[in-house]
C-alpha cells in the first residue's frame, strides 16, 4: 500500500462560490480527503496513530483530541510539514486544512477590531501561517502553536497598521481613535500592548515564543540571527515596560532597536523576577478578561497580579 497520495482533485469553481480565503481552503481540503484515495498520512512510524494510512481530516480530528499527546502532535505535523516542503501543492494545502480550525479562530479575533475587510484579515493569517509552514523548525515542541502564533502575528500587524493610519475628516486631518481590543488570552494582552505602543511586534514576539511557547531564549535568537545575550536583553526591558503597563505604572516609551550586545549577564536574578511577573501578569490578565483560569497556576497567578496592582 503506498504510504501516501498527493494529487489535487480537478475542481470546477462556479460563478457564485465564496471568495473567502478560509473558505477556499475549506473547499479544496474537503476534495482533498473526498474518495476513495483521500490525501493521507501513514500512522505505522508514529507513535499514537493507527498502523495505516490516516486521512488529513481524520488526522486533525486526532490531533485536535484533548487526550492526544503532545508528542504525537508534534511528530504527525512534522511529518505533514516535511511532506508540504518536499512535494507542494495538496501537501501544502492539506497541512493549511489541517490548521483551519485555529486559523479561522485567530482570523474572528481579529477581525473583530476595526474596519478591516474579514477577506483581508483571513488572506494576512492565511500568508503568515504559510510562511511559517515553510521555515518553522521541526526539532521544537509544540509545531501546531508556533504556527498559530506566526499566523497570529501576520494578521496582527495588518490590524495594527490600519489602527495606526490617519483618516480624513471634511475639516481637517486626524488620527481615528479605535478602541483596542479586550483582552481576552495571554495572547491578546500581547496585541494590546503592540497597539497600545507599548511594545514591539518583536518585542512581543519574543515574550510569546519565550515565556508563553517554551522556546529556548537560544533558539529564538537563532531563528532571527542576533546574539543570545542580545535577545535576553531585549526581553528583559520589554517585560519591564509590560508589568508597568499592565499595573498601571507609567509607561515607557517602546524600545525601536535592539539593545547592544554589551551590559549585564542575561538572566540575573532581579531580571528573574521581572521576568517571573511579566509572564504572570499576561496569562492571569488575560484569562481574567476571557473569564477562564490562568494558564499557569490558576490562583497563585491572580494572586500576584492582585499583589502588583
Known amino acids: 500500500m503506498p504510504e501516501e497520495t498527493s494529487s489535487l482533485p480537478p ?3 462556479s460563478k457564485n462560490a465564496a471568495t473567502w480565503p478560509l473558505t477556499t481552503l475549506r473547499d479544496c481540503f474537503a476534495l482533498l480527503v473526498a474518495g476513495p484515495a483521500p490525501l493521507a498520512l501513514d500512522g505505522t512510524p508514529l507513535p499514537g496513530l493507527p498502523d495505516r494510512l490516516v486521512a488529513l481530516d481524520e488526522l486533525r480530528d486526532r490531533l485536535l483530541a484533548r487526550s492526544c499527546p503532545q508528542a504525537t502532535r508534534d511528530a504527525a505535523w512534522a511529518a505533514v510539514i516535511r511532506r508540504s516542503r518536499r512535494h507542494g501543492g495538496a501537501w501544502t494545502v492539506g497541512a493549511a486544512g489541517m ?3 485555529a486559523l479561522r479562530a485567530v482570523s474572528v479575533r481579529l477581525g473583530g477590531h476595526g474596519d478591516l475587510d474579514p477577506t483581508d484579515v483571513q488572506a494576512e493569517v492565511l500568508t503568515g501561517f504559510l510562511t511559517a509552514l515553510a521555515t518553522t523548525g521541526l526539532d521544537l515542541p509544540r509545531i501546531a502553536v508556533r504556527l498559530r502564533w506566526a499566523a497570529y502575528r501576520a494578521g496582527l500587524a495588518l490590524l495594527t497598521q490600519a489602527l495606526e493610519t490617519p483618516h480624513p475628516d471634511p475639516d481637517l486631518f486626524h488620527t481615528r481613535a479605535v478602541a483596542q481590543p479586550q483582552a ?3 495572547d491578546d494582552v500581547l496585541a494590546c500592548a503592540v497597539a497600545d505602543g507599548v511594545l ?3 518585542e512581543a514576539g519574543v515574550i510569546a515564543a519565550t515565556r508563553l511557547d517554551d522556546v529556548p531564549v537560544s533558539a529564538w535568537a537563532a531563528r532571527h540571527a542576533t546574539a543570545a545575550r542580545t535577545a535576553y536583553r531585549l526581553r528583559d526591558r520589554a517585560e519591564r515596560r509590560l508589568v508597568d503597563y499592565l499595573t498601571g505604572s507609567v509607561r515607557r516609551p517602546p524600545v525601536t ?3 547592544s550586545e554589551t551590559g549585564t549577564p542575561p538572566e540575573s536574578p532581579s531580571r528573574s523576577v521581572t521576568a517571573v511577573t511579566a509572564v504572570t501578569a499576561v496569562t492571569a490578565v488575560g484569562a481574567v ?4 483560569p490562568a494558564r ?3 490562583f497563585p497567578a491572580l494572586v500576584a497580579v492582585a499583589a502588583c496592582v
Do not use: I
Open 200 to 202: 514591539t511586534a518583536a
Open 11 to 13: 475542481h470546477t469553481a
Open 289 to 292: 478578561g476571557a473569564g477562564r
Open 296 to 298: 499557569r497556576g490558576s
Open 257 to 259: 532597536r535592539p539593545p
Open 99 to 101: 490548521a483551519l480550525p
Open 184 to 186: 481576552g488570552g495571554p
